[in-house]
């Protein structure tokens, strides 16, 4: 089989990864996708390094068994955890959406003052502000977790009044530290930009690691010959480990498009 046919991976805790599935869609057409979202044990990020590194092993074996030419770690708390250990261990190249992220935001900022949001784990992990600081040593960086934003998308409270307070509450430190730019660092944040934007005002910079991380995997395609190039339309499957209709639900609302075929498997077998 032409390697170019064989299609992308995508691996995230959940749901949250469509996000990152949706940019590739939309600025790489032609490619195959296989996702993979652990519906039955999110969230990741509220759990120990070992686990998610123990599950993420699964589920980019479970991604590799359906011959895929690369693998995007969609999943901000797996690419913060052990994104570097999977790159080594697995025979095809491994994006993940910290760098790409942490790209845009060093080339986003004015005053050098970068606030970054995500799980517990992908915060207290520094992940994020390793990757910024090589790209500029002085910045200024406040981290915040932002815990409660992945269960408000899981719930399709993205505007709403509690949406608007969880947000204020969390937020409201890093505006008084004076931040241009925030990086949305977890995958389920893009959904939340509108009421986001509200509390952040329109002058700082919201960097979405999601179209960040679609431009990468689009450059190492290119870069290493593996872009499809037949005219035949693109196909897209789905695997979860658990609960398909509200993965369905919630998705297609998302995608603006059927989420289909759509099949369970266990990635501990
Ligand atoms: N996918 C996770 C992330 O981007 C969010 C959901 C979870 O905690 O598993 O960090």
Known sequence: MDVREKPIGIFDSGIGGLTVAKEIMELLPKENLVYFGDTARVPYGSKSKETITRFAYQGVDFLMKQDVKMIVIACNTVSATCLEELRQKLPVPVVGVIVPGARAAAKATRKGVIGII???????????????????????????????????VEE?????????????????????EGIDTLVLGCTHYPLLKPTIKKVMGEEVVLVD??????????????????????????????????????????????LQRPIDPIDVVDPEI
Request: proline share 5%; hydrophobic share 40%; net charge positive.
């Open 209 to 254: 690691s999601a179209l960040e991380t679609a431009k990468e995997v689009a450059g190492i395609l290119r870069e290493k010959s593996l872009a499809r190039e037949s005219g035949k339309p693109a196909t897209y499957r789905f695997f979860v480990s658990d609960n398909p209709e509200k993965f369905v639900k919630v998705g297609e609302r998302f």
């Open 118 to 152: 995500g799980t517990e784990r992908t915060v207290s992990s520094m992940a994020y502000e390793k990757a910024v600081r090589e790209l500029n040593g002085s910045a200024k960086i406040i981290s915040k977790a932002c815990p409660l934003f992945v269960p408000l």
């Open 156 to 176: 399709g409270w993205l505007d709403n009044e509690v949406a608007y307070f969880t947000a204020r509450t969390y937020l409201e430190p890093l505006k008084k």
